[in-house]
Every structure is written in structure tokens, then in C-alpha cells.
């Protein structure tokens, strides 16, 4: 971290402020240029608020030179993280996967999509057992009934599944069910109790961007988990609140490579809540794929209009297989040595 100082501050300002930052712990390297007065914080800059050090009376303007967020960040290990999702799934690195399945589990109808997701190529199979619904009306899932069923799709098909956490108490209940990767929805993206909580299993999460949230705020929301002690997270880009409305969410396609310049976490996209609409899935799914996401979440519906959340963008199970086909050929004209 950089102080930079103000031309017309005197020098026993400039010591106070070297004595406050020594006194954190850091230490202070002044230096005088030929226009301004640099000051070098060197030290673990955690211990320093930089808007607090940027609002004193001295202080022109402070720049960060190292990112905030430490454990998931590419400088200090610099090859791809592969997670283990368990029923010998990996991804991240040259590993690439898809999470098919509905929105919602509704019931039996699940064990049916899932087949046929399984039998298109998908590798992880997803469904909300708690959705997080902005109307309180509106259908909430059906809860640990919802993981059973999810468990015994998962048994018959050897196929990890995905689902949704909502609230730091149920941790132990996905633990205790065996739940392979516990997703963090877009709204519970910076909820730090359940980011803790999850961070003290080793149960691989799938954290998604929340709506408004930087990249960096969403590296730093990988960062609660990790600091707990769980290194297994996967990132999730799943569209962005924008001006636009022509669409659910604006896609940021940006965040991919972005995310696997900055970290060595497993980058997934989702062009169902990035889209919001099954016509633009497809070509979405395709561009997220060539721009190198590590994996796709896709929702897919065997009766769209009947679903009971997210019908509107749904895939069927036939859209989905044509859909696999034509993601195996970006990844063939990508990246020919790539493994799935
Ligand atoms: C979901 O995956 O069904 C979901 C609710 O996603 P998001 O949190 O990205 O809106
Ligand atoms: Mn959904």
C-alpha cells in the first residue's frame, strides 16, 4: 500500500503519520521524489483501513498494490485449483464439467430430467431444495424432502449433485445428507455467516456472483470460506444487474478470464439466470464455454411451462443434447488436448 502525500504537509505530520503506521505494526518507507512525498507500508496491510489513512488531512491519495484477498489469489499459487466433487468429478485446470437439472426439485419428475441430463453428457446434477424467492409467496421448495430425493438421484446415476444453502443452521444437515457441492446463491453472495459456516466443512461450494458485486467483491466472498479452512470453492459468474432489460441479467462474460487471471479457482458460468430466457441459453452457454469457463450450470426442464420456478429459461432435454453436442465442439476448437 502507497501513501501519497500532499505537497503542503509539513514534516512533523509526515512523522506522526510514519509513527501511527509503525505503531500498527508496519513499517513506513518515506520517500521524496521530485514532485511528491511517497510513503511504502510494508507489512501485513490488513491491519490498515485504507479509506481511514486516504481521509487524513496530509494524505493525497493511498493505492493498493497487492489485492486483499490472499488464499484465492493467483500470485501466491499460481496453478489451477482442481476441486473434487466427489463420484471421481473434478474441476477446474484442464477439467471441465456440466451441472444440469431443474431449477427447483419438484418431486419425481427430477429423477426423469436427471436421466436424461446424465445421458446428454452432464456430469453434476443440480436442483434447489431452498430457493431463495423474492416473493414470500411465491414457491419456497421442498426442503430436506427435496435433498432426499436429490441423494437418490445422485446414487442411482453416480453423479455429484448441486444445491442451495440459505441458511448458516442448515450446514450440518447437507453435511449430514452427504450433499456434494453446497451452492451460495446470487443473493446470499456476501452473507458472511454462511460464507463462515461453510467455510468450516470441507464440502466444495459453488459461489455465485451476487447481483451488484464486483469481481473482487466476489474473490473476497471466496475468501471468507477459504480463511475458515476450506480451499474447495468453485466461482460462479451468473449475470449482472444492469441498465438492460431485454434480459434478466447482462452476462458478464468479462468475469471469466478476469477470474482466471486473478485466481486459481474453478470458474463456472451460468447462462440461465445470466439470460433469463431459453432462446438465448444456447448461444450463451457456447460463448461462456469459449471464453474459458471451467464448467456451465444450465437449468433444464422436461415441461418448462409447468415448472415451478425458472420455466422461462429453461432448456427441455432435447434442446440440452444439442446443446452438449455443440459445447463438445468449442471445446474441440479451443482446446484440442483438453480432457472433459
Ligand atoms: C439458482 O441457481 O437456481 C439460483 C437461484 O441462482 P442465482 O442465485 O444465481 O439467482
Ligand atoms: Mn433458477
Not at 471421481?88 to 464439467?97: D, L, M, R, W
Request: aromatic share 6%; hydrophobic share 40%.
Amino acid at each position: 500500500m502507497i501513501a501519497i502525500i500532499k505537497k503542503d504537509a509539513d514534516r512533523s505530520s509526515v512523522d506522526n503519520l510514519v509513527s501511527w503506521i509503525e505503531k500498527k505494526g508496519l513499517q513506513a518507507h518515506v520517500s521524496q521524489g521530485e514532485n511528491e512525498l511517497i510513503i511504502g507500508l510494508v507489512g501485513d496491510t490488513t491491519k490498515i483501513d485504507p479509506f481511514l489513512l486516504e481521509s487524513m488531512d496530509i494524505v493525497e491519495r493511498v493505492q493498493r498494490v497487492s489485492e486483499p484477498f490472499k488464499k484465492a489469489n493467483r500470485k501466491f499459487h499460481p496453478a489451477d485449483t482442481v476441486v473434487d466433487c466427489g463420484h471421481g468429478v473434478k474441476i477446474g485446470g484442464n477439467h471441465f464439467q456440466v451441472i444440469a437439472g431443474p431449477c427447483s426439485v419438484e418431486g419425481e419428475n427430477l429423477i426423469r430430467i436427471a436421466r436424461r441430463v446424465k445421458a446428454a453428457g452432464a456430469t453434476m446434477l443440480r436442483g434447489g431444495a431452498y430457493k431463495p424467492r423474492t416473493s414470500p409467496y411465491a414457491y419456497q421448495g421442498m426442503g430436506a424432502e427435496g435433498l432426499d430425493l436429490l441423494m437418490e438421484a445422485a446414487f442411482e446415476l453416480d453423479m455429484p449433485v448441486v444445491t442451495e444453502i440459505m441458511d448458516p443452521r442448515d450446514v450440518q444437515l447437507f453435511v449430514d445428507k452427504g450433499i456434494d457441492v453446497m451452492q451460495i446463491g446470487a443473493r446470499n453472495a456476501q452473507n458472511f455467516p454462511l460464507l463462515k459456516e461453510v467455510g468450516k466443512t470441507r464440502t466444495p461450494v459453488l459461489l455465485k456472483r451476487g447481483m451488484s458485486e464486483t469481481v473482487d467483491e466476489l474473490l473476497m466472498a471466496a475468501e471468507y470460506i477459504m480463511s475458515e479452512g476450506n480451499p474447495n470453492v468453485i466461482l460462479c459468474e451468473r449475470g449482472i444487474r444492469t441498465f438492460e432489460t431485454r434480459t434478466r441479467n447482462t452476462f458478464d462474460l468479462n468475469a471469466v478470464p478476469v477470474l482466471r487471471y486473478l485466481t486459481h479457482l474453478p470458474v463456472v458460468a451460468d447462462p440461465s439466470h445470466a439470460t433469463g430466457y431459453t432462446r438465448y441459453v444456447v448461444p450463451m452457454a457456447l460463448a461462456a464455454t469459449a471464453a474459458g469457463a471451467h464448467g456451465l450450470e444450465i437449468e433444464v426442464h422436461d415441461a418448462p411451462d409447468t415448472a415451478w420456478s425458472d420455466g422461462a429459461q429453461a432448456l427441455t432435454p432435447d434442446m440440452f443434447d444439442d446443446c452438449m453436442r455443440r459445447i463438445a465442439l468449442i471445446r474441440e476448437a479451443i482446446d484440442p488436448s483438453a480432457e472433459a
